[in-house]
C-alpha cells in the first residue's frame, strides 16, 4: 500500500512560471509533511516543510498548500528557474523520530 | 555548515560479494537512518538507530543485511552476499533527539554485477 502518492511523475515548465507538484496521504496519524529536493547524484535536500495545523507556508519561492480533510498537500514554485530542475519528493511522517515516507518523486525540468 | 558524511561514494561490486558502507552522522545527532533508493523511487528506510539502539529494522532483509552503530555516533551498514537486485543508492540521514528535520548524506551508489 503505497502511503504517499505523488503526481505527476514528470514535469515541464517554461522559466518564470509556476510548477505545481500533488501528494495525497492515506494515514490521518501523520503530522509533519516535507518536501525534499534531489539533484542527480546527490542525497535529498529538505526544501519546506509543514505541519497540519497550518493550510499554507511559504518560503521565497516555494509554497506548501495543506488540505487536511482532504489528506492532500502540493508545492507551488513561483517564477520557476532552471536551476529548479530536479526531482522533488513529497513525504509525510508522524514526526519526532519517525521514518519518512516518501512519494516516488516528480522529475522537474525548467525550460530557459 | 555540519553535513552528514558517506563513504564510499560509489561501490561496484560482483554476486555474492560482501559490501559495507560507511556513515557519519552530524555531530550531536542521536537519532541516525539508512535508506535504500531505487533508481526512479523515493527512499525507503532499511532500519533507524538511536543512539547505539535499533529502534525500527523491519524493512531490513536480515538474511543478507546487517547494520550496527556500536558507539552511538558512525554508523555501517553491510550487504553478504550482495544480489543483482541490491543494486541502489544507499543514503543515510540524521537528526537530533525529539526533532522532525532529517539531513541526508550524498548515497553510496551500489552496482551489484
Known amino acids: 500500500q503505497q502511503q504517499v502518492k505523488q503526481s505527476p511523475q514528470s514535469l515541464i515548465v517554461q522559466k518564470g512560471g509556476i510548477s505545481i507538484i500533488n501528494c495525497a496521504y492515506e494515514?490521518?496519524?501523520?503530522?509533519?509533511f516535507p518536501w525534499y529536493q534531489q539533484f542527480p547524484g546527490k542525497g535529498p535536500a529538505l526544501l519546506i516543510a509543514?505541519?497540519?495545523?497550518?493550510s499554507e507556508k511559504k518560503e521565497g519561492r516555494f509554497t506548501i498548500s495543506f488540505n487536511k480533510s482532504a489528506k492532500q498537500f502540493s508545492l507551488h514554485i513561483m517564477d520557476s528557474q532552471p536551476g529548479d530542475s530536479a526531482t522533488y519528493f513529497c513525504a509525510a511522517s508522524r514526526g519526532r523520530d519517525d521514518k519518512i515516507i516518501f512519494g516516488k518523486g516528480t522529475r522537474l525540468h525548467i525550460l530557459p | 555548515e555540519a553535513e552528514v558524511a558517506q563513504s564510499p561514494r560509489y561501490k561496484i561490486t560482483e554476486k555474492s560479494q560482501a559490501v559495507a558502507f560507511w556513515c557519519d552522522p552530524i555531530s550531536g545527532h542521536a537519532t541516525l537512518y539508512w535508506y535504500r533508493q531505487i533508481l526512479g523511487q523515493g527512499p525507503e528506510l532499511l532500519v533507524q538507530?538511536?543512539?547505539?539502539?535499533?529502534?525500527?529494522d523491519s524493512q531490513l532483509p536480515k538474511d543478507r543485511f546487517s547494520a550496527e552503530r556500536l558507539k552511538g555516533v558512525d554508523s555501517t551498514l553491510k550487504i553478504q552476499p550482495a544480489e543483482l537486485g541490491d543494486s541502489a543508492m544507499y543514503l543515510c540521514?540524521?537528526?537530533?533527539?525529539?526533532?522532525?528535520?532529517?539531513?541526508f548524506g550524498p548515497g553510496t551508489r551500489l552496482t551489484v554485477l
Open positions: 540521514a540524521s537528526s537530533l533527539l525529539d526533532m522532525d528535520t532529517q539531513y
Open positions: 494515514n490521518t496519524a501523520f503530522d509533519y
Open positions: 538507530f538511536q543512539d547505539e539502539s535499533v529502534v525500527d
Open positions: 509543514i505541519r497540519p495545523d497550518v
